[in-house]
C-alpha cells in the first residue's frame, strides 16, 4: 500500500497544480525555437562550438541538460506504492494494454501514412523516414511527470496515477528498446542495438537509479518531511528549465531546416495530434465500458495519451543526432502536447457523469 506520506506526498502535488513552466509550456517552447533558431543564424560559432564536445555520437551538454530533465521525475518514484496496483487491477489493466500492446503501432501508423504517404508530395522520403522514427520514439514512452498535472485537473486518484508512474517506467526498461527496433525496423530505418540499449541505460536507467538511491539517501538522513518540502520543492522547475535549454541547443542546429521547411511542422504535428485523441478514445471508452471509476479512469487515460518527450528527445538526438528530421518530431510533440492535454482534459472533466461513483469498480 501507498505510505501516509507518499499520500500526503501526491496530495501536495495535486494543490499546487499548474506553475507557470507548465501553463505555458507551449509559448516557452515556442520562444526556445525562435531563440535557438536566431543563435543558430546569427551566432553560428555557438552550435559550432557546442558541435564539438561530442562522444560516441552523444552530445555532452545535452546529456547533461537530459540528466536534469529525467532525474526529478526518478527520484519522487515510491517503489512500494506498486504494491497498490493489485487493488485496482483493471484501471493498470487499462493503461498498460494501450500503452504497449496499441499506442506504439498506432503511432506508426498515423506517422507513415501522413509522413510517407499523404505528405509525400510536400517531405522528401528520407527526411520522412527521420520525421517517423522520431513519431516512434514518441509513441513508444507512455507520460511519466505531466500525467500528474493532467490527473490532478481532472481529480483522478494522485495515488492510483504514482502507481502508474512507477509501473511504467520499470516496463520502459525492459520494453522500450525492443518496439522501437522493432518499428524502426518495419519503417526501414536500421539502428544497431547497442545503441538503443545505451540510450535507455544513460536516460533511465542511470536516472532511475540514482533517483532510488537518493531518495533512500535524503530520506535517511534528513528525513521524510524535510525530502517532501524542501528537496522536492525546489526541484521543481528543473526538468522544464532543462528542457527549454535543450531546446535552445537543438534549435541552434535545426535553424536551417525550419527556416527552409516551415511547413514541415505543421505538418508533423498532424499525425501527433490524431494519435493523441485516438488513444484517449481508445483507453477512455473502455474504461467506461468496464465501469472503472472516473478518478482512475482518466489518469488511465491520460498516461497514454501523452508522452514522455523527454526520453523521446534524448533517444533521438542520442540515436540520430541534434540536427536529424527525428529529433525535429519530438520536439514537435512537446509543441503540440500541452494545447491538446488540456482538450483533453476539458473532456474529461465534462464526461464525469458517464463513470460510476468512487465505490464502483476500478
Known amino acids: 500500500m501507498l505510505s501516509d506520506a507518499s499520500r500526503q506526498e501526491t496530495v501536495e502535488s ?43 555520437q552523444v552530445s555532452i551538454p545535452v546529456a547533461i541538460l537530459i540528466w536534469f530533465m529525467i532525474y526529478p521525475m526518478m527520484v519522487q518514484i515510491d517503489f512500494s506504492s506498486i504494491l497498490a496496483a493489485g487493488k485496482k487491477p483493471k484501471g493498470l489493466t487499462v493503461t498498460l494494454v494501450v500503452n504497449w500492446l496499441i499506442k506504439p503501432f498506432t503511432m506508426f501508423f498515423f506517422s507513415w501514412f501522413f509522413l510517407r504517404v499523404v505528405f509525400a508530395p510536400w517531405i522528401p522520403a528520407e527526411l520522412g523516414q527521420q520525421y517517423v522514427a522520431g513519431a516512434i520514439l514518441l509513441g513508444a514512452a507512455p507520460c511519466t511527470a505531466m500525467v500528474f498535472v493532467w490527473s490532478y485537473l481532472a481529480k483522478g486518484d494522485p495515488a492510483y496515477t504514482l502507481v502508474q508512474v512507477a509501473v511504467n517506467n520499470l516496463i520502459l526498461l525492459v520494453a522500450y528498446a525492443p518496439i522501437v527496433m522493432l518499428l524502426l525496423g518495419i519503417s526501414d530505418i536500421t539502428v544497431p542495438w547497442d545503441t538503443v540499449v545505451l540510450s535507455v ?65 505543421l505538418l508533423i504535428a498532424v499525425p501527433l495530434i490524431i494519435q493523441t485523441f485516438v488513444i484517449f478514445a481508445i483507453a477512455y471508452t473502455w474504461a467506461k465500458l468496464w465501469k472503472i471509476n472516473h478518478e482512475v479512469a482518466a489518469p488511465a ?62
Request: proline residues 4%; aromatic residues 12%; contains cysteine.
Open 14 to 56: 495535486k494543490e499546487k497544480g499548474l506553475g507557470i513552466f507548465e501553463r505555458y509550456l507551449t509559448v516557452w517552447v515556442a520562444l526556445c525555437i525562435v531563440l535557438g533558431v536566431a543563435i543558430g543564424q546569427l551566432l553560428p560559432a555557438i552550435p559550432e562550438t557546442l558541435s564539438r564536445f561530442e562522444y560516441a
Open 301 to 362: 487515460s491520460f498516461i497514454g495519451a501523452s508522452n514522455f518527450f523527454e526520453l523521446a528527445v534524448a533517444a533521438a538526438i542520442s540515436l540520430f543526432g541534434l540536427t536529424s528530421g527525428a529529433a525535429l518530431a519530438t520536439v514537435v510533440g512537446v509543441l503540440v502536447e500541452v494545447p491538446v492535454m488540456l482538450a483533453l482534459v476539458r473532456f474529461a472533466n465534462k464526461t464525469r457523469h458517464w463513470f460510476p461513483k468512487e465505490n464502483g469498480a476500478a
Open 201 to 265: 541505460v544513460l536516460y533511465i536507467v542511470i536516472p532511475l537509479l540514482a533517483g532510488y538511491l537518493s531518495r533512500l539517501y535524503l530520506i535517511k538522513s534528513r528525513g521524510l518531511e524535510w525530502f517532501e518540502t524542501v528537496f522536492l520543492r525546489k526541484l521543481g522547475n528543473l526538468t522544464i528549465i532543462g528542457l527549454l535549454l535543450t531546446l535552445v541547443i537543438l534549435f541552434s542546429f535545426q535553424g536551417n531546416v525550419i527556416i527552409n521547411n516551415p511547413l514541415h511542422i
